[in-house]
């Protein structure tokens, strides 16, 4: 090996060691990485990273009662709650795989909170909002097969569950999606907040004028898709019925779930796809999947409450996970499922306030599905939504993002390499 190789190799190695992730989750300096040839990104052995964003379910709802976790425990001040008629509620199993939508506004997450006594949650979303599933949650899909959070919970046992994610924010979407994206909300943080450069959103806005509803202007602030273009890697966000907001006919695609069409330089681009699963299937075989790639499921796919059973989303999730692992990309792909909010669900855990953002938000559950997770490990490193923005900028070198306010922002997120047996760490 010649002399400038033997120093490239040398730099390199010592900034693996010194981003390494050791005990997990520290925030970075904010000083640039040392450059990365090209033939080194990525920086781990995953090349593929899919990022498959499931809705509104808390940590203790479904996972409450999974071994090893810090789950529901009766002998919290908050396992007892008064609701509004003056009963005391405390959390019982949920039998009903079809539970109806429940509070999940700014307002109402902050007054659940209590700040930080986390003991409103009965009264600010009703006594359904106490209850939890567990591993006999299992019931007939739309198609008659069985499917329950039995099968989350072995995805949990083979590979990593995160119990101390955040959402993000203590707000609904767009504002979890595009911290998770973007490290900034722009002035999103309630449901309605919808993307002016987006087909469906007039017609939704007339919908929905007297709950509020308003239009956001274009964002300009870089993005990380911004960040993955200038470098040539190849991304994309793929969503349901993204087709019918192309169409016009907008039924089944709701565009506060797509941070990207937020923004002047990434909406409607041709990075924005529609998702069905056999086209998956297609671009598994063909080998035509981005390095990094974000799935949002349809409402009935997502586990949403008020959107049917949630033995449909399950078997819609296990279904992608399965057309992965039978592909030959899966040696080196990662699967990042989580959901984007608790929905109103409780958890006792007090999110952390970060300084000059909307939260964090409640835990929500996190499962790294990958060849490189740590097999049935639990991870207790606090995280967030922009853990996984920070992942990505580390594995293929781009660096954090250079807006002060989303520097800061990322700075205050730790990282995902807990859940993972490759060497990572800061952007």
Not at 146 to 174: C, K, R
Not at 324 to 348: F, M, Q, R
Request: proline share 7%; glycine share 10%.
């Amino acid at each position: 090996m010649d002399q400038p190789a033997i120093k490239n190799a040398v730099l390199v190695f010592l900034c693996l060691v010194l981003a390494g992730c050791g005990g997990g989750g520290g925030s970075y300096t904010g000083s640039q990485p040392p450059p990365v040839q090209s033939a080194q990104v990525p920086r781990s052995g995953i090349k593929h990273l899919m990022i498959v964003v499931m809705q509104n379910d808390s940590f203790d709802h479904l996972f409450g009662k999974y071994p090893g976790v810090n789950g529901l425990d009766s002998s919290l001040p908050s396992y007892k709650q008064i609701d509004q008629a003056g009963n005391t509620v405390s959390p019982q199993l949920l039998t009903d795989l079809s539970p109806a939508g429940l509070n999940h506004t700014a307002t109402s997450y902050q007054t659940a909170y209590d700040s930080g006594k986390m003991d409103k949650y009965a009264w600010a979303n009703g006594d359904l909002s106490m209850q939890y599933y567990d591993n006999t949650s299992i019931g007939p899909a739309t198609d008659g097969q069985q499917f329950g959070v039995d099968t989350l919970w072995s995805y949990a046992q083979q590979y990593a569950l995160a119990d101390n994610f955040f959402a993000a924010a203590m707000a609904s979407e767009p504002s979890n999606m595009l911290y998770m994206v973007a490290a900034n909300p722009g002035a999103g943080s309630d449901p309605y907040g919808y993307p002016q450069l987006d087909a469906c959103t007039a017609g939704l806005y007339q919908q929905n004028q007297g709950s509020g509803a308003n239009i956001t202007p274009p964002l300009t602030f870089p993005n990380v898709g911004d960040q993955l273009t200038a470098k040539n890697i190849s991304w994309g966000f793929y969503q349901e019925f993204f087709a019918n907001q192309q169409s016009g006919a907008c039924t089944h695609y709701v565009p506060q779930e797509n941070p990207f069409q937020y923004f002047q330089t990434t909406a409607n681009s041709a990075n924005v796809q529609d998702f069905t699963m056999s086209s998956f299937s297609s671009m598994l075989s063909t080998g035509s999947v981005p390095a990094v790639m974000w799935v949002q499921p349809s409402p009935g796919h997502t586990m949403h409450p008020g959107q049917g059973s949630i033995a449909d989303g399950i078997e819609w999730l296990d279904n992608f996970v399965q057309t992965v692992k039978s592909s030959n990309l899966w040696g080196n792909s990662a699967i990042i499922v989580l959901w984007d909010e608790s929905g109103g669900w409780y958890d006792h855990v007090p999110p952390p306030q970060l300084s000059g953002t909307l939260g964090l938000g409640a835990r929500v559950p996190v499962i790294v599905i990958s060849p490189f997770a740590k097999m049935g490990y639990v991870s207790s490193q606090q995280m967030d939504l922009v853990s996984i923005l920070r992942f990505i900028q580390w594995n293929w070198a781009l660096g954090p993002l250079t807006g002060s306010a989303q520097a800061a922002r990322e700075a205050q997120s730790g990282n995902i390499c807990d859940l993972l047996t490759s060497l990572c760490g800061d952007p």
